[in-house]
């Protein structure tokens, strides 16, 4: 299985501030790396396809780069509703695997 | 818009067998893909397993000799059965669409999800 690491655990942040969140996976996964919201009790929601695609109707302060082993999820100017855990996911083959997450806090 | 709904039972015994349906509503069941992920009290995310339009199925090999998941189009729903269950199977049990390019590809990314239904293992 490919094992997906994210980097911090938790961080703490304000409002305006860049945030960058990072996933390394134990192989290369090309560019096979989405990237999910989720709060406190809802179900996740799709944020980044194929390492930097933006989903339909998600902010453009949200980013993704990467490619490989190394990926990064980049929030410019942190508002309010970002304050959520962040799960990488890697789709290069199956099991299909998450990230631990990354709660991002105030 | 298309919604996903799976109600649930919510508390099943240990030993006995999980069952979990996932309605589609607001699109079609047909030309995607179907997952189920779940995720424990407090804990990250395990994808279980997806099933396509046709039947197919790729499954998580952690629960492959536990798991059954399929389809019914004409009923615009996909189902989950997990047996032989102890508390570690307790979670919030997800549906989602699995935007697969194919059933082998690696180019995959779920778009929707329902809204998660908490199953608890215990006597």
């Known amino acids: 299985d490919i094992q997906m690491t994210q980097s911090p655990s938790s961080l703490s942040a304000s409002v305006g501030d860049r945030v960058t969140i990072s996933c390394r996976a134990s192989?290369?996964?090309?560019?096979?790396l989405n990237w999910y919201q989720q709060k406190p009790g809802k179900a996740p929601n799709l944020l980044i396809y194929a390492a930097s695609s933006l989903q339909s109707g998600v902010p453009s302060r949200f980013g993704g780069s990467g490619s490989g082993t190394d990926f990064t999820l980049t929030i410019n100017s942190l508002q309010p509703e970002d304050f959520a855990t962040y799960y990488c996911q890697q789709t290069y083959s199956t099991p299909l695997t998450f990230g631990g997450g990354t709660k991002v806090e105030i | 818009q298309v919604q996903l709904q799976e109600p649930g039972p919510g508390l099943v015994k240990p030993s006995e067998t999980l069952s979990l349906t996932c309605i589609v509503s607001g699109g079609s069941i047909n030309l995607y893909y179907w997952s189920w992920i779940r995720q424990p009290p407090g804990k990250g995310l395990e994808w279980i397993g997806y099933i396509s339009d046709s039947g197919n199925t790729n499954y998580n090999p952690s629960l492959k000799s536990r798991v059954t998941i399929s389809i019914d189009t004409s009923k615009a729903h996909f189902s989950l059965r997990l047996s032989s269950v102890t508390a570690a199977d307790t979670a919030v049990y997800y549906c989602?669409?699995?935007?697969?390019?194919?059933?082998?590809?690696?180019?995959?990314?779920?778009?929707?999800w329902g809204r998660g239904t908490l199953v608890t293992v215990s006597s």
């Open positions: 192989q290369s996964i090309s560019n096979y």
């Open positions: 989602a669409r699995d935007r697969g390019y194919s059933f082998e590809s690696p180019y995959r990314y779920f778009d929707i």
